[in-house]
């Protein structure tokens, strides 16, 4: 994680990621919250939740459709919280944990919301909408249009079928970074 150390601007970043692995590690045992819960495969998530801050334009707001346990969004709320964050989840079990990581790592830069994101309402355009492993591009576009600006961008983490969901889409501007399996669509 050292060399990705240059897109992160909080030097307490390292010290939160050691909590926030302490704390899924616990809750993931009891309420299910992610996949694998050993340090490996949660420090894999981590980077891959970081990796595109070294790419991307700054950004002031951004919003994270389907949180889960906090991938990217509350890792990216970690690494930069000068930016005001907004993490959108519609389970109880994951919001409470979001709220307790919050808490614990006093993250006054997030807002934390148990909604379905076409209900999500905002009175100002996020400046960057993400998303990791929650539904197809032009779905994600379609859920998100109403909390979408002029200078809105996107950053959506995709896998192996991002070629086929391109297919007929009209993405104005889009850029594609592949870093081992993963696959960032950014637009």
């Known amino acids: 994680m050292e060399d990705l150390q240059l897109t992160i601007h909080d030097s307490q970043f390292l010290d939160r990621c050691e909590t926030f692995i302490k704390l899924l590690q616990q ?12 340090r490996e495969s949660i420090m894999a998530n981590i980077e891959d939740s970081i990796y595109p801050l070294g790419f991307v334009e700054d ?25 005001i964050g907004y993490l959108v989840e519609p389970r109880a079990k994951r919001v409470a944990f979001l709220h307790f990581v919050k808490s614990t790592l006093k993250l006054d830069n997030l807002t934390i919301l148990q909604k379905r994101v076409e209900d999500v309402k905002l009175e100002s355009p996020i400046e960057l909408i993400t998303s990791r492993a929650v539904t197809n591009t032009k779905l994600l576009l379609d859920l998100t249009e109403h909390m979408s600006g002029v200078h809105t961008k996107y950053l959506f983490y995709k896998g192996s079928v991002l070629d086929d969901e391109l ?10 970074v592949q870093h081992g399996d993963r696959k960032y669509l950014y637009f």
């Not at 809750?27 to 996949?35: A, D, E, Q, T, Y």
């Not at 950004?59 to 930016?83: H, K, N």
């Open 27 to 38: 809750w993931g045992k009891v309420h299910n919250l992610s996949g694998s819960l050993d």
């Open 59 to 83: 950004f002031g707001s951004f919003l994270d459709v389907g949180t889960g346990a906090g991938f990217p969004g509350l890792i990216i709320a970690m690494a930069r919280p000068e930016v």
């Open 167 to 176: 297919n007929g889409l009209k993405i104005e501007g889009k850029k594609i």
